[in-house]
């Protein structure tokens, strides 16, 4: 199961967030569910219904446990984390779930997509289906 985790500056646009995500599919394949952080979702929500994707959930307090590859300073003092969207994708996939890599930014800078995949196939990842 590989999960595509998202972050976003407000400015994000639904192109912001389909460009990032045709990036890191052209890298790492594609995404079976994509996961926001909770205050994050409905964006995403809109980009999983325009693909046929579930959406899943990251509680917004959980960011700053994730370990994340990238360590991007304003992300960690605004959000506790290194990346956002690594960590909701790392999250989402559940316990023992790796990083396929750092994440990616799309072309307008908006938005930053990141792909982890599960440890074990499960019908229902970590994260809540919205």
Do not use: C, K, N, Y
């Not at 995404?31 to 979702?41: E, G, I, K, V, Y």
């Not at 409905?42 to 999983?48: D, F, K, M, S, Y």
């Not at 506790?80 to 800078?109: K, M, N, Q, Y």
């Amino acid at each position: 199961m590989r999960i595509a985790g998202f972050g976003f500056r407000r400015s994000a646009t639904l192109a912001s967030l389909t460009e990032a995500l045709e990036r890191l599919e052209s890298r790492h394949g594609p995404a079976d569910r994509l996961a926001a952080a909770d205050s994050m979702r409905p964006i995403v929500q809109a980009l999983g219904e325009a693909r046929g994707l579930e959406t899943l959930a990251v509680p917004d307090e959980a960011l700053a446990s994730a370990e994340t590859l990238t360590h991007s300073p304003r992300s960690r003092r605004v959000r506790g984390t290194g990346s956002v969207a690594e960590a909701v994708a790392i999250l989402a996939a559940g316990p023992g779930a790796t990083l396929l890599g750092p994440r990616l930014v799309s072309a307008d800078r908006r938005a930053t997509a990141a792909m982890a995949i599960a440890a074990m196939t499960t019908d229902t990842p970590a994260g809540d289906i919205a």
